[in-house]
């Protein structure tokens, strides 16, 4: 593993977005979002689902009488909203968002334990009975998002109370799990607290710290099967006994190292296998290392859906098998699209290919963002691709699909996993090694950089999504060695100008590698081509045969009933179809609007038949609209629909 070429994010504070795409969802979820979560964690938004987060905190803390409510896992949605609020303090400075979240660290701190245990459902409930149902009740998960939080609260305040008391409960913990005899030879059901850990040895560099994590991976699965045992031990019944998962919804059925396909709960599998590419990197371990790149092609190759969705099915929000892609009941759950951008963002600085990037885009922008509301208020946990109100309505195999944005959940695993992924996106952009810099994603951004030792400021400025044209300026500084310009899979031609003249640069695994001495206003000038393009999927995926989809760019886009009327499912696109793009700055908050000459099946039929002889279609033309795929559902409920019928 030494061979291969490392690079390393930039902390948050280099990489600031300046406007541009991403730079407006940015300041939505800086001016909307986290307040608006704010009031639902406190159970203040009028005809929404409860939280309970901050009131079972302060029952913990002793601070009032009552019991535990909302789900085991309800510390987890104040984690991630704490953890978005100190990446949105690296983007503005709110001195009021500071004092507020400083009050929701002592609270949490007060709530915690004197051996640092730290869970409220455990807390309130009982803690005696810590511990005994690792498979089910979620404590390593919620003590992972919990330190995830600490850490990045302390990374961009440098505030470390919160990283204090972390510390404290990630030491009970190594105290009471490993290989160690009179130990806890467990891990968690849902996985989070190995990345969690990882992050945390890189600020203590405490190898226990690693060698946590690395336990918790390599003993999943092993036999004796920790978590059989521990339901004998507990008689908790096991919800997924008589189903295909069995312990595989946990992908806790046999050892990683053991797994070939993507397989259980999505988000699990997600963040196993960010987890597992955690340890791979810290420790060197090969073996783990191929068995994560083995598990991303079962998942980009077989089981992933083109907007960047994952986990097909909605009983065990999971994956099922291969090609397995239904659009209609799809569940696609927006924390399993943002788990596939965490997998890909570290097999990509791992070892920098252009195939990661490019699925890390295709979740930003569509699997992603179609989570959330342009507002910022409203969330889909699911994210079809195809929806008809009335069977949302009347067939219980889609009772999960809604039709438009809620204002919170039960399980608000969603909205607080969108926050922080979109405040800390400049962590996902640029990597750097020793003497090259490799730009990942294309989003307007001012960049500290250093190359060779030598300090640079760089602009990036960018069109994307809706216009291909990329430039990169030096600011100031001065240094030799490499700019690595990422080449899009989405992109068939493109040129490239330094300093004004055009350059053919050598390619490798997808980037462009641009090796010279940079200065002040040095330019580099990357124009991509960004041509409609229409797609086919795979013959084996049954669902999409004789459909098609319409793609620009990093864009999947599709169509609503608002624009194309409804049952389109009669709507079809010719092979020759030409297609107009326009931009629409007062729809949708602005967007590319696709055009195309099409058609709809106008095919008389008997009154008084369900059935007939068959006879050839009557089509007639229409004008198709498509819309991008992430801004669907801002216009009020109707039908949608991504793939088409093609001829």
């Keep these: 593993m030494n061979a291969r070429r490392f690079t390393d994010p930039l902390p948050l504070k280099d990489v600031m977005v ?22 639902a964690l406190n159970d203040r938004v009028p005809d929404a689902a409860g939280s309970f987060c901050i009131s079972n905190f302060e029952i913990a803390a002793g601070l009032k009488q009552g019991a535990h409510r909302g789900c085991v896992f309800q510390d987890s949605d104040l984690a991630k909203w704490l ?64 330190l995830e939080a600490a850490v990045a609260y302390y990374e961009t305040t440098g505030k470390d109370k919160l990283l ?36 945390l040895y890189g600020i203590t560099g405490n190898p226990r710290h690693l060698a946590l994590a690395r336990y918790f991976i390599t003993e999943r699965g092993r036999s004796p099967l920790y978590f059989e045992e521990e339901g004998k031990k507990s008689g908790a019944s096991f919800y997924w006994r008589d189903t295909n998962f069995r312990y595989q919804y946990y992908q806790a059925g046999r050892p990683v190292t053991r797994q070939h396909d993507a397989e259980g709960h999505a988000v699990r599998a997600m963040y196993l296998m960010s987890g597992i ?21 079962s998942v980009t190759r077989r089981r992933m859906y083109v907007t960047g969705a994952v986990g097909s099915s909605p009983v065990g929000e999971s994956f099922t098998f291969d090609y397995d892609l239904p659009n209609d009941t799809v569940y696609g759950e ?87 992924i979109l405040t800390s996106l400049g962590q996902y952009m640029v990597s750097v090694s020793a003497d090259t810099a490799f730009f990942h994603l294309y989003e307007s951004a001012d960049i500290r950089l250093t190359l060779n030792g030598q300090p640079l ?18 600011e100031s500084g001065e240094a030799s060695g490499t700019l690595a310009m990422r080449i899009p899979g989405w992109c068939r031609d493109y040129t490239l100008r330094v300093n004004g003249e055009t350059t053919d640069a050598p390619v490798r695994d997808g980037y462009a590698l641009i090796s010279g001495h940079w200065q002040k206003g040095s330019q580099v000038e990357l124009t991509l081509s960004m041509p409609v393009t229409v797609i086919a999927a795979d013959p084996r995926v ?106």
């Design 277 to 297: 590419i955690d340890v791979a990197r810290c420790t060197g371990d090969e073996t783990l290392y191929d068995t994560a790149l083995e598990l991303w092609q």
């Design 542 to 647: 049954r669902e999409n045969i004789g459909r098609v989809a319409v793609t620009r760019g990093p864009l999947v886009y599709c169509l609503e009933e608002k624009d194309n009327g409804d049952a389109l499912h009669l709507v079809s696109l010719p092979h020759d179809a030409a297609f107009t793009v326009r931009h629409d700055p007062d729809l949708l908050g602005g967007v590319d609007v696709i055009t195309a000459k099409g058609y709809r099946d106008d095919t008389e039929w008997p009154a008084d038949s369900l059935y007939a002889p068959f006879a050839a279609r009557q089509p007639k033309e229409t004008a198709l609209t498509f819309i991008p795929y992430y801004a669907w559902a801002n216009r009020g409920a109707g039908e949608m629909r991504v793939w088409v019928r093609e001829g």
């Design 457 to 474: 400021s760089v602009s990036l400025r960018s069109g994307l999504p809706w216009d291909g044209a990329v430039t990169l300026l030096i």
């Design 83 to 146: 953890e978005s609020v100190a990446y949105a303090l690296a983007l503005r400075d709110d001195p009021e968002l500071m004092r507020t979240a400083d009050g929701v660290i002592d609270l949490i701190v007060a709530a915690q334990m004197d051996d640092g245990y730290l869970n409220t459902y455990y807390i309130i409930n009982g803690p005696e009975k810590r511990f005994t149902n690792l498979r089910d009740n979620h404590e390593l998960y919620c003590f992972g998002h919990m």
């Design 334 to 420: 927006t924390c399993a699209a943002i788990g596939l951008a965490f997998f890909a963002r570290r097999l990509l600085f791992m070892s920098p290919r252009a195939q990661y990037a490019d699925v890390l885009e295709r979740a930003l922008y569509n699997g992603i963002l179609s989570g959330m509301s342009l507002d910022g208020r409203r969330f889909f946990y699911v994210n079809p691709l195809e929806v008809v109100p009335e069977a949302t309505q009347k067939d219980e195999q889609k009772r999960h699909v809604k039709v438009e944005r809620q204002k919170w959940f039960g399980c608000a695993c969603c909205p607080p996993n969108l926050a922080r």
């Design 164 to 199: 204090k008391a972390m510390i404290r409960y990630a030491d009970l913990i190594d105290s009471l799990f490993g290989p160690e005899e009179g130990k806890l030879h467990g891990y968690p059901g849902h996985e989070v607290a190995e990345m969690a850990l990882i992050r």
């Design 18 to 39: 300046r406007g541009g795409f991403f730079g407006g969802f940015q300041k939505t979820v800086l001016d909307n979002v986290i307040p608006y979560q704010w009031e």
